[in-house]
């Protein structure tokens, strides 16, 4: 009976980490596939629950207003981020959505850096 319990925690830990994995891997691919860009707009750094900050902004999709947080650590608190717009790759149907920011970002989703974003470079490591 033991051995059965134990087996089947073995089981469900796999699970969810073979799900953790699956959604990092599978992520970007269809954000790639199916991801439309979008204008965000940044509203203000807000704290997380892990004492970090994370830029929080809205987008518009189908008339709709969609609110989103993303940790950016190299710009953290950066009032020069704030009320800017900022592409964002959004993937309707996941709800899967990265606010492009950094060249890293643009290179992920084979998205040309736009010369309108070159103010951000002396702010993130990866010119």
Do not use: Q
């Not at 892990?50 to 709709?64: A, D, Q, T």
């Not at 710009?75 to 309707?92: L, T």
């Not at 970002?105 to 951000?120: H, T």
């Amino acid at each position: 009976m033991k051995i059965i319990n134990i087996t089947l925690i073995c089981i469900v830990i796999f699970f969810f980490i073979y799900l953790f994995v699956k959604d990092r891997v599978d992520r970007p691919k269809l954000m790639r596939e199916k991801g439309i860009v979008l204008n965000a707009w940044t509203i203000e750094w807000t704290f997380s629950s892990k004492g970090g900050r994370k830029l929080k902004y809205e987008f518009f999709h189908k008339g709709v207003k969609i609110i989103g947080y993303e940790p950016f650590s190299e710009a953290n608190g950066n009032i020069n981020f704030v009320h800017k717009y900022f592409p964002i790759i959004y993937e309707p149907e996941s709800g899967y959505r990265d606010l492009l920011i950094e060249p890293k970002m643009f290179k992920e989703y084979n998205i040309p850096f736009p010369d309108s974003l070159k103010w951000v470079l002396p702010y993130v490591s990866d010119k």
